[in-house]
């Protein structure tokens, strides 16, 4: 019997190989559609929906593509399509952050942000495969108009170790400019800060954060907030290499029109 989940997501925990407790994250700003993630803390990736994921072949695909098109220099609107097609049309989406001056890149730092790309395609490695759980009530928390049901999700998760020349670089991007991604708000930080100040990491990637701290030794990652009532349970050791090895796991609710209408047929 194939398990049922709304969808098929791909997240990279990006951070310096010498020290795996540094990380890169992101934060969704107001107007994400699930408000009880707003300012939380997120993993950078995307989902394996609409018409440009159609040709992304497998997990690995959707998060290099999701990178690609997301991490850029200023903070303009999110995809319309791919919002409509997650949370349902009529949502506010993701509007421009107005109190950030945006600078106009150098044609050195687009050229060195390409550099960064290449290395996180280069450096990419298998994590594992998670199964998310939020209760309906976890939603309502955030928003008392809250119409979502409980969500069922299965993200796979890289893990990217970059060395200390294309960290350092990506350090000195995100201080200049204050934000490196198109949909959300970026930022650098370590297991000692999420600790120490509490930050919270949505969609159950808390968990899967946590694990990784641990597994490179960073005992303090234990007093984690970890969010309350969500789970993320490891389903499989490794992201597998084609989403049609998914299809034959998971019922999947939302996966693009194309891949649909094959799966249809």
């Not at 120490?196 to 303090?220: A, C, N, P, S, Y």
């Amino acid at each position: 019997m194939l398990l049922s989940v709304q969808n098929l997501s791909s997240v990279g925990i990006i951070h310096r190989a010498t020290n795996p407790g540094e990380v890169l994250i992101e934060t969704k700003t107001p107007g994400y559609p699930r408000i009880i993630f707003v300012g939380k803390g997120l993993l950078p990736g995307g989902n394996w929906v609409g018409k440009a994921a159609a040709n992304d072949g497998g997990p690995l695909g959707t998060y290099l593509r999701e990178i690609n098109e997301e991490l850029s220099f200023g903070n303009s609107v999110v995809d319309p399509d791919e919002m409509d097609t997650l949370f349902g049309s009529g949502h506010l989406g993701h509007p421009p952050e107005k109190h950030l001056r945006l600078i106009e890149a150098t044609l050195e730092d687009k050229e060195t942000l390409f550099d960064i790309k290449d290395a996180i395609t280069v450096n990419v490695e298998l994590f594992g495969v998670f199964l998310q759980d939020v209760p309906k009530w976890v939603f309502n928390s955030g928003d008392p108009e809250n119409k979502a049901g409980d969500y069922r999700g299965a993200v796979s998760v890289f893990s990217v170790p970059l060395p200390d020349k294309i960290w350092f670089q990506l350090v000195e991007l995100q201080a200049r400019y204050g934000n490196l991604s198109n949909e959300s708000q970026t930022f650098m930080t370590s297991a000692e800060e999420i600790v120490e100040k509490k930050i919270q990491i949505g969609w159950g990637q808390d968990r899967v954060l946590q694990k990784h701290f641990l597994l490179h030794g960073i005992k303090g990652a234990t007093k984690m907030s970890l969010m309350a009532g969500i789970s993320s349970i490891e389903l499989i050791g490794y992201p597998l290499s084609s989403y049609h090895e998914y299809l034959q796991i998971f019922d999947i609710q939302k996966i693009p029109d194309s891949i649909q209408r094959l799966v249809a047929t």
